[in-house]
């Protein structure tokens, strides 16, 4: 491959590109509950640069407002989802002592 | 292409790498926090300073910390049951570089049209009263997704059940501590008033604001000198304050206004600040909750 | 004046709702919880008083700057819809945790935020803004599967979780490409910018993962059964009949708005395919089951798998189009009471005979006759029979079908209503059969059983509006040529 070069925007949607496909996937094969929260994190900033890295800046190089708002937005769902995640499974760990969940699926408890 | 830049985004791409393949949950939790404040300098090299703000205070701050106090619990797992220290298998790795072949094949494709969004958003800024382009983004023109994102947070909140039943003893009064926090919450306090008045002109808000704001009342509350206060924090209404006052006013825009989430004219920075003020409070007790959650 | 405030306000008065809920002592939650019940009636009437399709424009600024909220007739619709299954859920519920007060408090505020979510979701004409919704939803209805607290329940709720994070990412990276490409987020403006290609193509595969992963269809549908079963009886009917409608909803817009510019031919094809397997291995599935609530859980497996049929018809200019879209929407509506229906009358049974077991039924024919009827009701409509919502909906696959010229699904339809007959016949059988002589069958407030009948009557004779229904409802959106007499 010669040496293109790339310009900058390209270069973080490339990281963006990389960082989702980690984090997915250890996200679906790490057994660890908090790595697979951790996996999740790692790919929604993915996803964040490849989405803030496509848009054009403006001109004093500031990047697009929207798409700033949107990553804001996602970040703060993100941290809520991860605490939500930190919570049950903390919850589990004390009830069960695992820090992953079993193989099988359990069959539904009684009412 | 700068080479500062390359380097960045070699190391972070290592750091990733490093902490999803962590032996301890501590470690990755450590090396997810540098991953984090790392990402916020890209955010700065991609012009995006508001983002890099929040990814520093909650991507790496707030969740840091929370998956920090998670780790410490799972440490304690019997062994046999541990799986965090068995090295994670291989994940599918050839079918995740072909989707990222796929997907970075798909990207070069894109030739996105110049400079829309943010010149509608430059055009419109002006009779949006707000000076700072996100925050206007964030608090008028999109202000339903925040209204949204907030009720997730709560969601979050109460999903958790981390809403604490009763904190039993209130940590014994420490004079040393109590102290140093007596000068440093103050100041605390003052950094997140700081926070909230920028953002309307500068980078800022709500979130930050309350991230600080949060750390000073869980300093407060480790040296034990106002538990009255703290229990306060406690109280469910602190927690839905902001949500509350947010639907009010977005309402109301429906009769001053002319539409639901507007704001009449004149009024839009006061009632903006009024908002993320009270959000402020809303995120602060939120994520005390979070924090707040003991073994029972 | 009324689009400006109540189309917001459908999705703002639950969210007050939830807040006031959560604030309240336990003897005002529940007057509350009438009120806004009632406001929510009056609110969602009035919408569907108002015949022409209804637009607001958030803040008062236009797409591409702020979101646009619709109420064109498909979300009147499914406004109705989630209305009548909270009526029931919440009445249903007061009855369930009348000894749990604990349970109830954890379960209010979060039933009001789905509600909100479910009409955010239902109205919303911004791809980002889906996306909250779709998250609001998804976070809420983990919150729920979690209520008991139980190993179990934790295990099952978390498998639920890292779904529909998985689906969030997968999700947001679409709407990247999307969104990167064009610089828009209104769905109509989107689907006038969007230019054919690998990039495209590649985003809207994206979105239909995710949203499939959502709706649990096959084989992304391991979450569900454990989440569904093993979750408290409210929340099963609520997750059933309405959280993976949302995903299933913000999918049809999606379709609807980019099939007249995208070719997704192959993909409606593909989805209708793993529909067709969903509902074969869901029903074998429900046939081994030995307990009542995973019976139920498999079953809507099997009856998501309907849903997805009518992408194989759904091309914009065919004849085939309008039946297919009417399809979906009863499948929706059908599926929804009927599941609901039966989760509710199964949590009746299971609370009188104090185990989750089939052969626990025994004799509940005598003793809780309204809940056996229930059941018996919402299973015509799931197997199919006339004059149910559920017979409607396959007749219009039927015919769907036939005028696409695809003869091989009405053979997938019989076997489905017979594998369908199977597992229901399965579930009531023991309920006919004479109660062993020492069971104590303990009381169950009769409120319950009610509100499960209610939507089991729904569902059972909702075919016979279906004319109705059918002429009134079209696609509503730019691509799609007028239905043809």
Redesign the interface.
């Known amino acids: 491959m010669s040496a293109i070069a790339m310009d900058a925007a390209t270069l973080w949607w490339v990281l963006g590109t990389a960082l989702t496909f980690l984090g997915l996937g250890v996200m679906l094969a790490a057994p660890a509950l908090l790595r697979k929260l951790l996996a999740f994190n790692v790919m929604g900033s993915g996803v964040f640069l490849v989405l803030l890295a496509l848009r054009p800046r403006g001109p004093d190089g500031v990047a697009d407002p929207i798409a700033q708002a949107l990553v804001l937005t996602g970040i703060v769902i993100a941290i809520a989802s991860t605490a939500l995640g930190l919570m049950l499974a903390r919850r589990y760990h004390l009830a069960t002592g695992r820090d992953s969940l079993p193989e099988d699926a359990p069959e539904g408890t009684d009412d | 292409m700068n080479a500062v830049d390359a380097l960045l985004a070699l190391v972070l791409l290592a750091l990733a790498v490093a902490c999803l393949w962590a032996k301890t949950a501590r470690t990755g939790s450590l090396l997810f926090i540098t991953f984090g404040l790392l990402l916020a300098l890209a955010w700065v090299r991609l012009g995006a300073i508001d983002v890099a703000l929040a990814e520093a205070a909650i991507g790496a701050g707030i969740a840091g910390a929370l998956l920090l106090d998670a780790a410490r619990q799972f440490e304690h797992s019997p062994a046999g049951q541990n799986s965090a220290r068995a090295p994670s298998p291989w994940p599918p790795s050839l079918l995740m570089l072909f989707l990222a072949a796929v997907l970075l094949y798909a990207l070069s494709t894109i030739q996105p049209l110049a400079g829309d969004a943010t010149l509608a958003v430059s055009a419109a800024l002006e009779s949006s009263e707000i000076a700072h382009p996100v925050t206007a983004v964030l608090l008028v023109f999109r202000a339903y997704d925040t209204l949204l994102e907030i009720a997730v947070l709560l969601v979050a909140v109460l999903a958790a059940q981390a809403a604490p039943s009763a904190i039993r003893a209130s940590p014994k009064y420490d004079p040393a501590l109590a102290a140093v926090v007596g000068w440093m919450v103050p100041i605390a306090v003052l950094v997140a008033v700081y926070l909230l008045w920028a953002g309307s002109s500068r980078t800022g808000g709500a979130f930050q604001a309350a991230a600080v704001l949060a750390g000073a009342i869980l300093l407060a509350r480790f040296s034990g000198q106002w538990p009255d206060a703290d229990r306060l924090w406690q109280h469910a209404g602190v927690r839905v304050f902001g949500l509350v006052t947010f639907i009010v006013v977005g309402l109301s825009g429906a009769f001053t206004a002319g539409a639901v989430l507007g704001y009449p004219a004149g009024w839009t920075g006061g009632l903006v600040l009024g908002i993320e003020a009270a959000l402020m409070l809303s995120i602060a007790a939120s994520l005390l909750a979070l924090f707040g959650w003991k073994e029972r | ?1 009324t689009e ?2 109540l189309l ?2 459908a999705v ?1 008065l639950p ?2 709702m ?2 006031c809920v ?2 309240s002592a336990d003897r005002f939650a529940r007057p509350l919880q009438w009120v806004g019940a009632l406001g929510m009636a009056t609110l969602v009437l009035a919408l569907v008083a108002h015949d022409a399709p209804m637009r ?6 236009e797409a ?4 646009e909220l619709v109420a064109d007739r498909l979300a009147k619709t499914l406004l109705v819809f989630t209305l009548l299954v909270y009526a029931a859920v919440l009445l249903y519920a007061e009855g369930y945790f009348a000894q749990s007060p604990i349970e109830a408090r ?1 379960f209010r ?2 039933a009001w ?1 789905l509600w ?1 979510a479910c009409n ?1 979701a239902f109205l919303s004409d911004d791809l ?2 889906l996306y ?2 779709l ?2 939803a998804g ?2 209805a ?3 599967a ?1 209520l ?12 639920y ?2 779904a ?3 689906a ?2 997968l999700f ?2 679409g ?3 999307l ?7 209104s769905l109509r403006m989107l689907a006038a ?1 969007v230019e054919p ?3 495209s193509l ?2 809207f595969v994206l979105l239909v993962t995710a949203l499939a992963l959502k709706t649990a269809l096959l084989p992304l549908h ?1 979450w569900l ?2 989440a569904h ?2 979750a ?2 409210p929340v099963s009917a609520l997750l059933s009949a309405l959280v993976i409608k949302v995903s299933f909803v913000i999918l049809l817009k999606l379709w609807l708005h980019f099939a007249p510019v995208l070719d997704l031919v192959v993909l409606g094809q593909g989805l209708a395919v793993m529909g067709a397997l969903a509902v074969v291995w869901g029903s074998l599935l429900a046939l081994r089951q030995q ?1 009542l ?2 019976l139920v ?1 498999y079953s809507t497996v099997a009856q998501v798998g309907y849903l997805f049929l009518p992408f194989a018809w759904l091309r914009p200019g065919t004849p085939a189009a309008a039946v297919a879209f009417d399809a979906s929407v009863l499948q929706i509506l059908g599926h929804g009471f009927a599941k609901a229906a039966m989760f509710l009358a199964a ?1 009746v049974l ?2 009188a005979a104090g ?2 077991g089939l052969e626990g039924l025994q004799g509940a024919a005598s003793r809780q006759p309204l809940a056996v009827f229930a059941l018996a009701l919402a299973g015509i409509s799931l197997i199919g029979l006339p004059p149910s919502l559920g017979f409607s909906a396959k007749w219009s696959m039927l015919q769907a079908a036939l005028l696409a010229g695809q003869w091989p699904w009405v053979l997938l339809l019989l076997t489905g209503s017979l594998l369908t007959a199977a597992y229901v016949f399965r579930a009531i059988r023991y309920a006919f059969l004479p109660a062993p002589d020492v069971s104590e069958l303990r009381p169950v407030p009769a409120l319950m059983s009610y509100s499960a009948l209610l939507l089991a009557v729904l569902a059972a004779f909702g075919g016979l509006g279906t004319a109705t229904l059918a002429a009134w409802l079209e696609i509503e959106i730019a691509g799609w040529p007028e239905a043809l007499p």
Do not use: Q
């Open positions: 004046m400006v405030f917001p306000l703002l969210l007050l939830a807040c959560h604030v607001t424009v958030l803040g008062g600024w591409p700057l702020g979101i954890r505020p979060l935020l909100a955010a980002f803004n909250v919704t998250e609001l976070l809420t983990v919150g729920l979690a008991s607290g139980h190993p179990k329940a934790l295990a099952a709720a978390l498998r979780l890292l529909a994070l998985l969030a990412n947001l990276l709407l990247a490409l969104y990167g490409s064009t610089g828009v987020l910018a290609g690998t990039a590649l985003a391991t059964p454990p079963g093993g408290v009886t307990r609530k995973m859980a949590g299971l609370r185990r989750d």
